[in-house]
């Protein structure tokens, strides 16, 4: 991730947490985090957004990029037909 990405993403917790990160500790996030991706940190801070009621610290934006993106899914829940599950069942006796 670059550091115009970076700070675009990273304004977004700014704003929804009304604080501004002194331009010390935004030196040392993006030196902590630019190895990662675009689309992980953004996700990351997105959810910690949605989920947090105060402004993170690093070591917290750190817990979140750490988590699988699956674990925040939202997986409609669509059963087995009769004839998946006996499919299933012929496949494990094998």
């Known amino acids: 991730m670059n550091k115009k990405e970076f700070m675009e993403i990273t304004k977004l ?3 929804n947490y009304s604080k501004q990160l002194d331009v010390k500790i935004l030196e040392l996030w993006y030196e902590e985090l630019k190895e990662y991706p675009k689309y992980r ?3 990351s801070i997105k959810e910690i957004i949605k989920n947090e009621t105060f402004m993170p610290n690093l ?4 817990e979140y990029l750490k988590k699988p993106d699956w674990l925040n899914m939202d997986i409609p829940e669509n059963p ?3 004839e998946e599950i006996e499919k299933l069942r012929q496949r494990m006796k094998r």
């Not at 070591?59 to 750190?62: A, E």
């Open 80 to 82: 087995a037909t009769p």
């Open 13 to 15: 917790l700014e704003i």
């Open 59 to 62: 070591s917290k934006v750190f």
């Open 41 to 43: 940190y953004e996700f």
